[in-house]
């Protein structure tokens, strides 16, 4: 199942669009790997996503191809939430 797919059908982002948007500026990572929108997700892999200042780690347990809503946290397993540190912009290096 595509990425982008299962994190809507899972409900971990509520529109596809949306979670096209996040795997597309990399903030979505699979076993460790940067994943793109399209990238296939397999039950028991290992999804880190960023939300902001938030870092959610989730196994997948279950695909399927649509859920009712009190079933779709039956799909995934979080395993931790990190809260980073704020980054500051004037010590972002991006001069290469």
Do not use: C, H, W, Y
């Amino acid at each position: 199942m595509r990425l982008d797919k299962f994190l809507k059908v899972s409900r971990l982002i509520k529109r596809r669009t949306l979670a096209k948007e996040v795997a597309d500026q990399g903030r979505i990572t699979i076993n460790g790997k940067k994943a793109k929108a399209s990238s296939v997700v397999k039950e028991n892999d290992e999804l880190a996503i960023r939300f902001g200042q938030k870092l959610v780690t989730a196994r997948v347990d279950m695909l399927k191809d649509s859920v009712k809503k009190d079933e779709a946290g039956n799909m995934f397993t979080i395993l931790k939430e990190e809260k980073l540190e704020k980054v500051e912009p004037e010590f972002i290096d991006d001069e290469d």
